[in-house]
Nanobody, 127 residues
Framework: QVQLVESGGGSVQAGGSLRLSCAAS????????MAWFRQAPGKEREGVAS?????????YADSVKGRFTISHEDNAKLTAYLQMNSLKPEDNAMYYC???????????????????WGQGTQVTVSS
């Protein structure tokens, strides 16, 4: 079983930055696609960024392109990161990390395409 634990959320002013981390444990070698999703109150969960760890291919939502960067480390522990710069009030949401096994040409972006989920970390941006 794969466990995902997010950290790094918090409160910042508009224009500020945060770096989210997602530490994976368990059978991580079978989870080679990872992603960040977010969900604001009353809204559906939406994809923010995804990465294929094998090919390093990434994909971003239009709303965060140029501001957010997804990356990963695979040393002693598999960790995914989301660097968020130039934060806006509309980025307010609970952010979730997700993982799934995927092929080298695959890069899932929808919530129902992911199998493992973390508990979430809150990001609050004030204007």
């Amino acid at each position: 079983q794969v466990q995902l634990v997010e950290s790094g959320g918090g409160s910042v002013q508009a224009g500020g930055s945060l770096r989210l981390s997602c530490a994976a444990s368990g059978y991580t070698f079978v989870r080679n696609c990872m992603a960040w999703f977010r969900q604001a109150p009353g809204k559906e969960r939406e994809g923010v960024a995804s990465i294929n760890i094998v090919t390093r291919r990434t994909k971003y939502a239009d709303s965060v392109k140029g501001r957010f960067t997804i990356s990963h480390e695979d040393n002693a522990k598999l960790t995914a990161y989301l660097q968020m710069n130039s934060l806006k009030p509309e980025d307010n949401a609970m952010y979730y990390c997700a993982a799934v096994a995927c092929g080298p040409s695959s890069l899932p972006v929808k919530p129902n395409e992911y199998y493992n989920w973390g508990q979430g970390t809150q990001v609050t941006v004030s204007s």
